[in-house]
């Protein structure tokens, strides 16, 4: 490992340093003030390169959105991690991993079973569970014991997003909304795009839903109108 | 707030909450599997807890100091996010760890570089939950005299903008 090799900060590029030292966590990740204003507390920005550069048309989200629009997402998703909501989820969630431990337990005393590899095993039930508390609509991983689109093509975009960012540090942007103009043409990504709309759109129909994830986001969603519009969004 | 904003944040929330906790869980029973001296004093421990399913609560699971420390220690050995979140250091330059980094640099904490540092820990590739169990931490003289630096952990990163989901 270079660190090993180098000590607690290593150069991995030309502009990017790594730490490894554990005072880093503050100073990189924590609020200091501000250099014109004492009174002001002030976060180093998210580096553009990895958290911009392949939606640059894109709304912001919670990844990469400014402090002042992170803090209001924030606000409204810790409605749906507070502890009443978290009471109020846990029934829901042991239904999931009853199915899970129920699936599991008659796999072990079948004959017939050789191998069980729990990395997809995980991956159902934590999905299905996610599911119900954004969407109220489980991905039914567990009930058919595979993987749903919307899962596999997450994982299968990972590589290619870190490659176009890697790209980006080679200095060849230029070739980055090209590739990003074939990439989004392809159909898994529509598909994955449909189901996501179709998804929200149900979640939002179901208003009456509470406590989950959700929510928050939908209590907020009309005073944000007037805020989107405002200055504040950039 | 638009259908697309919503979708974007919905997106993240599932993914992030899907992707990370079936790693963990499959780091930790990877971890579990190959220490059978570690699997064995988690097994007694939610054993001797329990006297049935029902009882298995997540205020419940959250008071097994054992199972806590197992989880613990494979957050530090297989992390779900290996690497922090880049920044770009702000305006004016910053501070980071004593070295003064210039405005625009890039700067992140790896995390699985972090977790694994000879720095940090004592035997960084040994799976040892009890490092986590603070009466060992404060009374075990580690064989080199160093301490596990327990700052260096931070798997759901730190600040303003750490996990959400944290709890």
Known sequence: MLHE???????????????????????????????????QQIENPKAPIWYRSLNPDDPHDLLNAPPEKHAQLRKALAYGF????????????????????AKLQKKASSAETQVV?????????????????????????????????????????????VVLVSIQYLGLMWA??????????RKALVELKTELGRRVKGRIAKGEVVDDLFEGLLKHREEWVSISSSAVDD | MSTTELEGTAHIVVTAGSETTPTLLSG????????????????????????????????????????????????RMFPPATHGMVREAAEGGVQVAGHFVPEKSLIECQIYSMNHSSANWVEPFVFRPERFLH?????????????????ALQPFQYGPRDCVGRK
């Open chain 1, 5 to 39: 090799k180098y000590g607690p900060v290593v150069r991995i590029a030309p502009n990017h340093l790594s730490f490894t030292d554990s005072r880093a966590w503050r100073d990189i990740y924590g609020l200091h003030p501000s250099p014109s204003s004492k009174n």
């Open chain 1, 82 to 101: 507070a502890d009443r909501a978290l009471k109020a989820q846990e029934g829901r969630i042991q239904g999931y991993i009853d199915l899970f431990i």
């Open chain 1, 117 to 161: 590899d729990m990395v997809g095993w995980y991956n159902w039930v934590v999905f299905d569970i996610m599911g119900d508390l954004v969407f109220a609509e489980p991905f039914g991983c567990l009930e058919h014991e595979r993987d749903h689109f919307f899962v596999e093509l997450f994982g299968q975009m990972l590589l290619p997003g």
């Open chain 1, 176 to 185: 980055v909304p090209w590739i990003l103009r074939w990439v989004g043409g």
């Open chain 2, 28 to 75: 930790v029973t990877n971890l579990l599997v190959r220490n059978p001296d570690q699997m064995n004093k988690l097994k007694q421990e939610i054993r001797s807890s329990f006297n049935s399913a029902d009882e298995i609560t997540m205020a419940a699971v959250n008071r097994l100091p054992y199972l806590l420390a197992c989880l613990n220690e494979s957050l």
């Open chain 2, 135 to 151: 009466s060992v931490v404060n009374d075990e003289k580690a064989p080199t005299g160093k301490r596990d630096n327990m700052k």
